[in-house]
Nanobody
C-alpha cells in the first residue's frame, strides 16, 4: 500500500519559516520525481516545487529564493523548507510522487495546512 504522509504545517507570522516533510512508503522512492503542490481557498492547485529522481530542482516563480525542496532517499522523505513566508503562501500543501518512467504511478498525500497570518 502506497502512502505519502505530510507533516510540519501550522500557523506562522509573515516572515517566519516552516519545514514540511513528506514520508513515503510502499514505493521505490528513488525512482520517483517528488513534487509539492498547494491549493488556496477558491484557487486551483498549483505546482510549487519539484525534485527529480536525480535531485534536480525546479520552483514556481512565486517561491524562488524563499523555498527549498530536497530529498533524502535513505529516509524516503522529501522536504520543503519555506522561508520568508507571506500571507499569500497560505494554502493546503500536498506531496506528490510521480514515477520517472511509468507516469500512471502517481500518488498524493492528504495535505497539510499552512497559514501565514499576523
Amino acid at each position: 500500500q502506497v502512502q505519502l504522509v505530510e507533516s510540519g504545517g501550522g500557523l506562522v507570522q509573515p516572515g517566519e519559516s516552516l519545514r514540511l516533510s513528506c514520508a513515503a512508503s510502499g514505493i521505490i522512492f528513488s525512482a520517483y520525481h517528488m513534487n509539492w503542490y498547494r491549493q488556496a481557498p477558491g484557487k486551483q492547485r498549483e505546482l510549487v516545487a519539484t525534485v527529480t529522481s536525480n535531485s534536480s530542482t525546479n520552483y514556481a516563480d512565486s517561491v524562488k529564493g524563499r523555498f527549498t525542496i530536497s530529498r533524502d532517499n535513505a529516509k524516503n522523505t522529501v522536504y520543503l523548507q519555506m522561508n520568508s513566508l507571506k500571507p499569500e503562501d497560505t494554502a493546503v500543501y500536498y506531496c506528490n510522487g510521480k514515477h520517472r518512467v511509468f507516469r500512471r504511478l502517481d500518488y498524493w498525500g492528504q495535505g497539510t495546512q499552512v497559514t501565514v497570518s499576523s
